[in-house]
């Protein structure tokens, strides 16, 4: 079984704007970790965020945490076309084992 | 450096048949997983290892199995391949020094079983 759910399971926006992208979980977690996957390719870690953290900037990612509601987004300001490939999260309730969502799949269009 | 390389990229097999998908890594990491991708889903955990000689099995291990007789290398054999295991198998490997980092992945084999 998948620790984490994704909301939404596909995004459609244009170049410019704002996406965000929503996750949950069932367990307590070391950190929970975005990663992004161009299609047909591996996966990318975009960024990390302890469980004592939340929330965390980098460049144009902010992610944020909510232990409490055992839920994180990661927010894509000013996307670009380069941005379209497919979201996951994924849970780490130590010895690095990941357990990842199933995925949004962002698509920016021009 | 390489990162994380896995031979092969493509690879069609008969049931029944036997392989193994080979992982290999550059950064001196000490944590290596071996995950499995199913269309519209996200990965799932195969087998992870979190050192030279040390492995445990994670959600999905049936029908499959690793060693890791090197911090480099972490193989993982299919022993009768059948047609449920059609997938993209990812490797990846992390730093346990609270693996800021997350994983670093490699780019795949497609395994298609007929």
């Known amino acids: 079984s998948q620790q984490g759910e994704e909301d939404p399971q596909a995004l459609s926006i244009q170049e410019g704007e704002n996406a965000t992208m929503n996750c949950s979980y069932k367990?307590?977690?070391?950190?929970l970790q975005w990663y992004r996957q161009n299609s047909g390719r591996g996966l990318v870690h975009l960024i990390l965020?302890?469980?004592?953290?939340r929330e965390k900037h980098s460049g144009r990612l902010r992610v944020t945490l909510d232990t409490s509601k055992k839920s994180s987004s990661l927010l894509i300001t000013a996307s670009r076309a380069a941005d379209t490939a497919s979201y996951f999260c994924?849970?780490?309730?130590?010895?690095?084992?990941?357990?990842f969502g199933q995925g949004t799949r962002l698509t920016i269009n021009p | 450096n390489a990162g994380v390389t896995q031979t092969p990229k493509f690879q069609v097999l008969k049931t029944g048949q036997s392989m193994t998908l080979q992982c290999a890594q550059d950064?001196?990491?000490?944590?290596m997983s071996w995950y499995r991708q199913d269309p519209g889903m996200g990965l799932r955990l195969i087998h992870y290892?979190?050192?030279?000689?040390?492995?445990d099995q994670g959600e999905v291990p049936n029908g499959y199995n690793v060693s890791r007789s090197t911090t480099e290398d972490f193989p993982l054999r299919l022993l009768s391949a059948a047609p449920s295991q059609t997938s993209v198998y990812f490797c990846?490997?992390?730093?346990?020094?609270?693996?800021?980092?997350?994983?670093?992945f490699g780019s795949g084999t497609r395994l298609t079983v007929v």
């Open positions: 994924a849970t780490d309730k130590g010895a690095q084992k990941l357990v």
């Open positions: 367990t307590s977690i070391n950190n």
């Open positions: 965020i302890r469980s004592n953290e």
């Open positions: 950064m001196n990491h000490e944590y």
């Open positions: 290892s979190v050192g030279a000689g040390i492995t």
């Open positions: 990846a490997s992390c730093s346990p020094t609270g693996g800021i980092y997350g994983y670093t």
